[in-house]
């Protein structure tokens, strides 16, 4: 028997348990992945090739799951199926036996995680008005840094105990029993819901495209987040295989150490950072830009700091800033997506920002640091992934320049999608 709910802070729970499992799963190779390399005899450069490919898959299926989503089947739909598939695949990587047939398991799991943004943003956006939307999104968001958390804690733990193969098929379990309780108790909000449209139009695929895209705001703020997502993503799947080579420590050491700094301290900067733009924003929305870019520029120096100081705790405790004020932006960004784009677009215009992240952040932020490193560096040498890591993280202060520049634009864009959607003023 069915029991839908039609709760919001009921959508908003499951929906940061969906965004925990996509993050546990997307992010448990990097706390395997020296175990992995040892076992199948693999380079830093293909490991490196791994993230490339997850990031290619990522990017190509966005955009038109994203387009399902808005116009042929319904966004509960796509969710379930897309988390269906991507646990499933997480539990195939732990029978593979060569690169090969990793490299496809991880595409599987790419393929499913590329339906998660165009689907989870706009249900909220339709639940929550703006002066709710950085909030609400934030604690939906608020499921990524809980999710690399513990995929580098439970994962570090599982490894040491049970190996890398066994880690994966119990990480990718949970994600199937989420889908049949989503498909059983959700009930997804009609589309324009928050903002009182009882019609919402629709457009071709290429006019919602260019649409969005010739939109000055929504162009800067899907930039500025791809190029944050290169240093934040090579930061990510490299930075416990630094601390591993560096202070030689096992999967376990950093896994416990390292995953909370990420996890504790990226959730209360995503909540309160959304929190005060918020407030803010009701005065003048140029806040939520304008918090995002000097989030960023204070990244850079201790990000820094925390790769070339020679003790680890350190090294930790500077990272524990970049930590804060790194993800301080991600449920900002988002609202400022949603909130740029047309009601029948927003599944559109979460999936053009998830190909931008997925191909220039993801793919190209883990690839690129794992070429740099055999580049800088003999093989599983430190100093090279930390020439590597530096290189990657001058795009934090690229990141805060284009959020600059797109606060002169926000004001006109934001009302502008109001308008284009019937939204009265």
């Not at 047939?101 to 599987?108: K, T």
């Not at 199937?176 to 919402?200: H, M, N, S």
């Not at 997506?337 to 190209?364: C, E």
Request: aromatic share 12%.
């Amino acid at each position: 028997m069915r029991v839908m709910s039609t709760s919001g802070k009921y959508l908003l729970g499951i929906l940061f348990l969906v965004s925990v499992f996509n993050f546990l799963d997307r992010q448990v190779l990097s706390i395997v992945q020296e175990s992995v390399k040892l076992d199948l005899g693999l380079s830093d450069s293909q490991l490196g090739y791994l993230a490339l490919a997850f990031g290619v898959t990522h990017a190509l299926l966005a955009l038109p799951i994203g387009r399902v989503a808005d116009t042929v089947l319904s966004r509960k739909s796509v969710l379930v199926g897309c988390l269906t598939v991507w646990s499933s695949m997480t539990a195939v990587c732990g029978a593979v036996s060569s690169f090969f047939q990793l490299l496809l398991a991880r595409i599987g799991v790419a393929a499913g995680e590329a339906g998660v943004t165009p689907t989870t943003y706009s249900m909220i956006s339709d639940k929550y008005p703006m002066r709710y939307r950085a909030t609400a999104i934030s604690v939906c968001s608020a499921g990524i840094p809980v999710g690399v958390m513990l995929s580098l804690f439970l994962g570090g733990l599982l490894t040491e105990a049970l190996g890398w193969r066994m880690t994966f098929v119990i990480f990718g379990v949970p994600g199937v029993l989420l889908a049949l309780v989503i498909a059983f108790t959700v009930k997804a909000p009609e589309r324009g819901e928050a903002d009182g449209l009882t019609q919402v139009k629709t457009a071709p695929f290429w006019a919602s495209f260019f649409h969005l895209f010739s939109t000055r705001t929504f162009l800067l703020v899907v930039l500025g987040s791809a190029f944050k997502s290169v240093a934040a993503n090579g930061t990510t799947q490299w930075m416990p295989s630094f601390y591993m080579r560096k202070f030689d420590l096992s999967a376990s050491d950093v896994g416990i150490t390292f995953g909370p700094v990420i996890g504790i301290l990226g959730l209360i900067a995503m909540l309160v950072a959304s929190y005060v733009a918020d407030k803010l924003g009701t005065r003048d929305l140029r806040w939520y830009p304008w918090i995002i870019a000097g989030t960023l520029f204070l990244v850079f120096p201790f990000k820094v700091a925390s790769l070339y100081v020679d003790i680890y705790w350190l090294s930790l405790s500077l990272f524990a800033v970049t930590a804060l004020t790194g993800n301080a932006m991600l449920g900002i960004s988002n609202a400022m997506i949603q909130s740029t784009a047309p009601v029948h677009m927003r599944g559109m215009a979460s999936a053009s920002k998830t190909l931008a992240l997925s191909f220039i952040g993801y793919g190209m932020g883990g690839a690129l640091v794992g070429m740099l490193s055999d580049v800088f560096g003999a093989e599983n040498s430190a100093a090279g992934l930390e020439m590597a890591l530096l290189v990657v993280s001058v795009t934090y202060l690229i990141a805060g320049g284009l959020f600059v520049m797109s606060s002169f634009t926000f004001r006109k864009d934001y009302e502008g999608a109001k308008a284009e959607s019937g939204i009265p003023a």
